[in-house]
Antibody, heavy 119, light 111 residues
Framework: QVQLVQSGAEVKKPGASVRVPCKAS????????IHWVRQAPGQGLEWMGIINPDGGSTSYSQKFQGRVTLTRDSSTSTGYMELSGLRSEDTAVYYC????????????WGQGTRVTVSS | QSVLTQPPSVSGAPGQRVTISCTGS?????????AHWYQQLPGTAPKLLIFGSTKRPSGIPDRFSGSKSGTSASLAITGLQGEDEADYYC???????????FGGGTKLTVL
């Protein structure tokens, strides 16, 4: 069965960076995109960016351009989201989600990683 | 301010029917891109309910249905049950932003 498994919670200081892994299993890793979505406490869902594991091409939301970097390691079927210059407003749950290349929706989601930014 | 507009909240009694709207523009739903709907129970990841505006993944009850017309889409839930109490989000692609956009979310309360 398709699974996306993320790491546990992180606590970071303002100005630091965080790198969140997303390990995929149960399907061909290079056959689907990986999206990253975040949700601040009590807020809605916000799309951050997409990576095509087949080649590594990326596209980012303008809001996060310059601060977010998506990468992947096809040998371990793992995608990574790195967010730099953390500030308190980046405190949120970060989700990875599998994207269907043809139909533009996200079908499977990771369980989420809570990132807290606090001095 | 979300690119896709949803009502903040809706409510209904058990057994009733409710609808949740998702209003976009000519750069997303109006450009022919589909709406997709997600259900998020408290403390859990979103779950796909409707894709391609009208299709249900296997395992989703037919009490859930979707429709789309022009720059708007809707999610309908019939035979409301207590377990339907959750947040619901619409998703689409936006050509102006060259990326994906979510609605602001709608909290469904089962009275």
């Amino acid at each position: 069965q398709v699974q996306l498994v993320q790491s546990g919670a992180e606590v970071k200081k303002p100005g630091a960076s965080v790198r969140v892994p997303c390990k995929a299993s149960g399907y061909t890793f290079t056959g689907y995109h990986i999206h990253w979505v975040r949700q601040a406490p009590g807020q809605g869902l916000e799309w951050m960016g997409i990576i095509n594991p087949d080649g590594g091409s990326t596209s980012y939301s303008q809001k996060f351009q310059g601060r977010v970097t998506l990468t992947r390691d096809s040998s371990t079927s793992t995608g990574y989201m790195e967010l730099s210059g953390l500030r308190s407003e980046d405190t949120a749950v970060y989700y990875c989600a599998r994207g269907d290349r043809g139909t533009l929706y996200f079908d499977y989601w990771g369980q989420g990683t809570r990132v807290t930014v606090s001095s | 301010q979300s690119v896709l507009t949803q009502p903040p909240s809706v409510s209904g009694a058990p057994g009733q029917r409710v609808t949740i709207s998702c209003t976009g523009s000519s750069s997303n739903l109006g450009a022919g891109y589909d709406a997709h709907w997600y259900q998020q129970l408290p403390g859990t990841a979103p779950k796909l309910l409707i894709f391609g505006s009208t299709k249900r993944p296997s395992g989703i009850p037919d009490r859930f249905s979707g429709s789309k017309s022009g720059t708007s889409a809707s999610l309908a839930i019939t035979g409301l049950q207590g377990e339907d109490e959750a947040d619901y989000y619409c998703l689409s692609y936006d050509t102006s932003l060259s990326g994906w956009v979510f609605g602001g979310g709608t909290k469904l309360t089962v009275l």
